[in-house]
């Protein structure tokens, strides 16, 4: 509500001081129940779409981000993700990358899209330090109403 915790709120979003978390929806079980992930995710512009390779090279930047599978059902994993770095549909490639597609995502490798086109990838938690009082402020949004997700609503994370 003041001018100074605006300020320091932009300050937060440009050095990057949120907590981004987000749920996906993947078919295959990942490599590891928990990992920390980093590619070098190149943008296609023209394609709307990212590239992504396990070492540097020119143009192409660093991607960094934990996964931990917290939910399974009988077709699918339920993964938590958080961002280390926000780059165009990271996750998206990311996970493609260790051949774990989002569940509807056919840009990145899914077989099928959903029926509404969406994908199954979900914002569920934004966390910061608040600018002026210092204490944790944290958002959660429920997953939405869909039949792949309720399978999980028996989670201890849902």
């Given at each position: 509500?003041?001018?100074?915790?605006?300020?320091?709120?932009?300050?937060?979003?440009?050095?990057?001081?949120?907590?981004?978390?987000?749920?996906?929806?993947?078919?295959?079980?990942?490599p590891?129940?928990?990992?920390?992930?980093?590619?070098?995710?190149?943008?296609?512009?023209k394609?709307?779409?990212?590239?992504?390779?396990?070492?540097?090279?020119?143009?192409?930047?660093?991607?960094?981000?934990?996964?931990?599978?917290?939910?399974?059902?009988?077709?699918?994993?339920?993964l938590?993700?958080?961002?280390?770095?926000?780059?165009?549909?990271?996750?998206?490639?990311?996970?493609?990358?260790?051949?774990?597609?989002?569940?509807?995502?056919?840009?990145?490798g899914?077989?099928?899209?959903?029926?509404d086109?969406?994908?199954?990838?979900?914002?569920?938690?934004?966390?910061?330090?608040?600018?002026?009082?210092?204490?944790?402020?944290?958002?959660?949004?429920?997953p939405?109403?869909?039949?792949v997700?309720?399978?999980?609503?028996?989670?201890?994370?849902?």
């Open positions: 509500k003041t001018g100074k915790a605006l300020s320091r709120l932009n300050d937060a979003v440009r050095n990057r001081d949120f907590c981004k978390t987000y749920w996906a929806v993947v078919k295959a079980a990942p590891k129940e928990q990992d920390t992930l980093v590619h070098y995710l190149k943008k296609n512009e394609q709307n779409k990212s590239y992504a390779r396990k070492d540097p090279a020119e143009d192409y930047k660093r991607a960094e981000l934990k996964y931990k599978v917290i939910a399974k059902s009988e077709s699918y994993f339920l938590e993700v958080e961002l280390l770095t926000g780059r165009h549909h990271q996750i998206r490639v990311q996970l493609s990358a260790i051949g774990c597609p989002i569940k509807g995502d056919l840009k990145y899914f077989p099928r899209s959903n029926k086109g969406s994908i199954h990838l979900h914002s569920r938690e934004l966390s910061f330090i608040h600018p002026v009082k210092k204490t944790k402020m944290s958002f959660q949004a429920p939405p109403k869909d039949p997700w309720d399978a999980f609503a028996t989670a201890d994370s849902l």
